[in-house]
């Protein structure tokens, strides 16, 4: 069904919009990504289920870590020939890190830190701007300026992390849900193409994931070492550097998940000292420059919601109203739709059916929702749920609404919540399949059309 309302889609838009249709390569971009991601989780998901746990970790890491690294090698030379350079289309942040990771990089080797610390504080957009370069200039100066090892380095991350996704999901929702997801996982077409890239993405995800898993862990297991305390504390601090509303969101889900977890799990005393610790660790957080970005983000955000529009309008732009968070909000887990036209810049397009296995999976993350409820397990979901749900919605109200990559730390948690919504997924639910299918194919043409006629080409 997934394959059949991609296929649908990309032949209604390319009739109805014919001047405007994609590429056959953008086109082929989308079908065998679709049908990569479809068919081959289908399969093994099939052939690994009655595996034993051990041998199913394996199979998921090494399957992961190879389609990585191949895509790795060659995306490589594909971008090359594409674009006379190694970094995917339009390349604007991916060189900023690069260049600025080199630079600082030959000062490290010179012993000038002095120096790397007064550019990283005027070169930069703020903290979350600083980990990432850090991070690359770290590996130049170890390894040297190759362009090849980072990547190599995220296949690494990203294959662990489909690991890290089948341990959370499974220690919280059961066997089955956790192997589902982990195959999705593998398989993922987001995962597979932010490692070909030089954009943070990957290792952001992979911080995230893995900070929900030990708060899980720390949690469910009851096992309350010093490391295991501080772990997912120091996961937590290292995704400030990346991007400040992961950790928001991180820290937020966590406290949510302490209030609401099973008593069992916790006492009423042990949830009070925990909430007070972590309330107190993201009060002082306020007094860095931390707490400034954070304060930024919430403003930009919540209190001047009509930004977006206003840029809409002055770039003469139809239909800029919609662009209000008021009517984004219900599609937070779905958009951004996929672009099947040609007005779009070269990576959108390429990224077409990566979109759509997003926009498709959307529904089983919110049918978990209704599942847990009604099945009053929304307990076990608490974790997972609450740091998707508001990382989603604050993306979905910020500037990044419509950019695929800002939507990217969702996609761990959207997987877990999706595979727990097939596995609970019921004969009579289908009415319920098939409307969103019709809904979604209906956006996605509308989608196309808004964005013809915004700037003038199709009335």
Known sequence: MGVGIYLLALLIVSICFHDYALKPLWMAWGIGTVLFFFA???????????????VF????????LGIRAAYVGCIIFYYYFQT???FEYDAADSWHYHLSACQLSDLARQGQFGEIFSLLRGNTMGFSDQGYILYLTTIYTIFGKNILGPRLLKALMSAYMCVAIYKLASRSLGEKTGRLAAVMAVFLPQFIHYTGTYMKETEMVFLATLALERMDYLVRSKRYTFWNILFPMLLTMLTFGFRTIVGMALIAAFIIYIVFCEKQLLSTKARVITVAIVAAFALLLLFTPIGWEMWVIFKVNFLTGNARVEKYQNLGMQYAEYANGKYLVPGALTLPLTNLVEVANANQKMMNGTFFV??????????????????RRWRDISLVGAFTLLYALMIT????FNSERYHLPVMSGLLIMA????????RKD???YYGYDVLLLVAIVVWNYVKLAARGLFF
């Open 419 to 426: 595979a727990y919504g097939m596995t609970r997924f019921k």
């Open 430 to 432: 289908f009415m319920f």
């Open 40 to 54: 081959l989780s289908y399969l093994c998901y099939r052939r690994w289920g009655s595996d034993d746990t051990k």
């Open 57 to 64: 970790r394996r199979k998921v890491f090494w399957w992961a």
């Open 358 to 375: 997003k926009n498709y999976m959307a529904f089983f993350a919110l049918w978990c929702i209704v599942t847990v409820i009604r099945q």
């Open 397 to 400: 109200l910020s500037f990044a």
């Open 84 to 86: 006379g350079v190694s």
